[in-house]
C-alpha cells in the first residue's frame, strides 16, 4: 500500500531522532513547516522544556513579515531564534530538520540562524 506523504516524513523524523537529541549545552532547533507557515522550536530534551520560539505567526514578528515570500519568512524566522538563543547565552545547537528535505525553507531558516551567530 502506498505511504502518504505524511507517513513518509514520520519515518524519515523517527529516524532522525534517534540520532538527534537535545541538552543543556546544546539544545535541539526543530523546524516545522506547513503550506503557509514555519516554526522553529529550540528543546532541551533532557528537561523535556521549551527554551524559545519562532514563528510566522508571532505577533513581534508579524508587520515585518507581510508581503515577503515564504522563503524570505524563514530567513526572518531563522535570525529571530538566533536572536533570542543569544539574549539567553545560547551560540550552539544542534539542528533537527524534522524529517523535512534539507531544501528550500528548512535551509533558509537554518543558513540565516548561522549568519545570526548560531552554531550547528
Known amino acids: 500500500m502506498p505511504k ?4 513518509k516524513r514520520e519515518r524519515r ?6 540520532k538527534v537529541s537535545g541538552t543543556a549545552e546544546r539544545p535541539r532547533l526543530t523546524v516545522f513547516r ?3 507557515h514555519i516554526y ?5 530534551d533532557d528537561l523535556h522544556s521549551t527554551i524559545a520560539t519562532a514563528s510566522t505567526l508571532d505577533e513581534a514578528l508579524k508587520a515585518s513579515l507581510s508581503g515577503l515570500k515564504k522563503s524570505e519568512k524563514a ?5 529571530a531564534i538566533a536572536e533570542r ?15 523535512y528535505i534539507y531544501h528550500g525553507r528548512v535551509s533558509a531558516l537554518a543558513d540565516a540562524a548561522r549568519e545570526a551567530g548560531l552554531k550547528f
Do not use: P, W, Y
Open 4 to 7: 502518504t506523504q505524511q507517513e
Open 13 to 18: 523524523k523517527g529516524s532522525i531522532r534517534k
Open 34 to 36: 506547513s503550506s503557509k
Open 40 to 44: 522553529a522550536q529550540v528543546v532541551n
Open 75 to 79: 530567513k526572518k524566522i531563522g535570525a
Open 85 to 99: 538563543l543569544k539574549a539567553k547565552g545560547i551560540d550552539k545547537v544542534v539542528f533537527d530538520r524534522n524529517g
